[in-house]
């Protein structure tokens, strides 16, 4: 079976680098399409109260055969459930669809900065770590200055910072403020939702090594540090976004996929999106 590199994270928290995504994916679809990917070899998957689907990835880690403690489960608080209490019911609610008693990482969705109630809700998010109803917590599409703004009230660093990143939205700075603080960088929509399948320069890089462009792309990602979740519900892409860990890229191809820049979002700007 492939061998995904294992992550630890600020608190000792170990994470596999390449994980499965589930936004998009119908409740009732979702049980299979996380039941492929276990079956090849996926152990980390990351769901949001918001896709609708937590149930679904419930029934297939309690159907899998695979024991929950082999399972990296992610899970987010949804934008309308921010504030202390909110969250804490949201958390139950999340729990119990998904048919466990514990979430690896549970992340704050969006900072919805105008709602001003990501402090709030980081105060609860600290209690459900301190509780060991999650072994890690972090935030997603946070901007360095609401994770300033973290730091300055807690001090419980976030472990993870999942944002939009791929190779026409790379995050250098972002990624840099990361390191600074030792959160790591998770890529939301690694392949821009297949925007960018199409480029002629990874499909050249492609070809080079015998590989599709999701595949480079991917590697791409592992190079950079970067955890990542692509999603797909077609069973022969599942396995093949995990088939990436035998072959390298070249300094001669990071240099061109870096050069694909474009500052190109395929999601809303964390900024303005309340
Ligand atoms: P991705 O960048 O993972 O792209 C998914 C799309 O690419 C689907 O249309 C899929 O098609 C297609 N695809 C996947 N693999 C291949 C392949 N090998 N060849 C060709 N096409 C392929 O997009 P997502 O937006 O789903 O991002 C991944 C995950 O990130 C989400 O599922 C979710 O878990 C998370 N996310 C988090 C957000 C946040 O705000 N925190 C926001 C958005 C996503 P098909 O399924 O038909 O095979």
Same mark, same amino acid.
């Given at each position: 079976?492939?061998?995904?590199?294992?992550?630890?994270?600020?608190?000792?928290?170990?994470?596999? &680098?390449?994980?499965?995504?589930?936004?998009?994916?119908?409740?009732?679809?979702?049980?299979?399409?996380?039941?492929?990917?276990?079956?090849?070899?996926?152990?980390?998957?990351?769901?949001?109260?918001?896709?609708?689907?937590?149930?679904?990835?419930?029934?297939?880690?309690?159907?899998?055969?695979?024991?929950?403690?082999?399972?990296?489960?992610?899970?987010?608080?949804?934008?309308?459930?921010?504030?202390?209490?909110?969250?804490?019911?949201?958390?139950?609610t999340?729990?119990?669809?998904? %048919?466990?008693?514990?979430?690896?990482?549970?992340?704050?969705?969006? !900072?919805?900065?105008?709602?001003?109630?990501?402090?709030?809700?980081?105060?609860?998010?600290?209690?459900?770590?301190?509780?060991?109803?999650?072994?890690?917590?972090?935030?997603?599409?946070?901007?360095?200055?609401?994770l300033?703004?973290?730091?300055?009230?807690? %001090?419980?660093?976030?472990?993870?910072? &999942?944002?939009?990143?791929?190779?026409?939205?790379?995050?250098?700075?972002?990624?840099?403020?990361?390191?600074?603080? %030792?959160?790591?960088t998770?890529?939301?929509?690694?392949?821009?939702?297949?925007?960018l399948?199409?480029?002629?320069?990874?499909?050249?890089?492609?070809?080079?090594? %015998?590989?599709t !462009?999701?595949?480079?792309?991917?590697?791409?990602?592992?190079?950079?540090?970067?955890?990542?979740?692509?999603?797909?519900?077609?069973?022969?892409?599942?396995?093949?976004?995990i088939?990436?860990?035998?072959?390298?890229?070249?300094?001669?191809?990071?240099?061109?996929?870096?050069?694909?820049?474009?500052?190109?979002?395929?999601?809303?700007?964390?900024?303005?999106?309340?």
């Open positions: 079976m492939t061998s995904v590199p294992i992550l630890t994270l600020n608190n000792g928290l170990e994470i596999p &680098q390449l994980g499965f995504g589930v936004f998009q994916v119908e409740d009732a679809l979702t049980t299979d399409a996380v039941r492929t990917a276990l079956e090849s070899g996926y152990r980390s998957i990351d769901t949001a109260a918001v896709y609708g689907n937590e149930a679904g990835v419930g029934r297939a880690l309690a159907t899998s055969g695979v024991p929950r403690e082999e399972v990296f489960l992610t899970t987010k608080l949804w934008n309308d459930d921010q504030g202390y209490d909110a969250t804490l019911t949201a958390f139950d999340s729990l119990a669809k998904l %048919g466990t008693d514990y979430v690896d990482l549970y992340l704050i969705h969006w !900072p919805t900065p105008a709602r001003d109630r990501y402090p709030d809700t980081w105060r609860a998010m600290e209690k459900l770590l301190a509780d060991g109803r999650t072994r890690a917590i972090g935030v997603s599409n946070f901007q360095p200055a609401h300033e703004r973290l730091l300055e009230q807690s %001090g419980v660093v976030p472990s993870v910072n &999942q944002v939009e990143l791929h190779p026409y939205l790379q995050q250098a700075p972002l990624r840099a403020v990361h390191a600074g603080h %030792g959160i790591a998770e890529a939301w929509s690694p392949l821009a939702q297949g925007a399948l199409q480029d002629p320069a990874l499909d050249a890089i492609a070809r080079r090594h %015998g590989r !462009p999701a595949q480079v792309v991917l590697r791409w990602h592992l190079h950079l540090g970067n955890i990542v979740i692509p999603k797909s519900v077609t069973p022969a892409r599942i396995r093949q976004n088939d990436v860990f035998d072959f390298a890229l070249t300094a001669e191809d990071i240099e061109a996929i870096t050069a694909l820049e474009r500052g190109e979002r395929t999601g809303p700007d964390p900024d303005t999106l309340n």
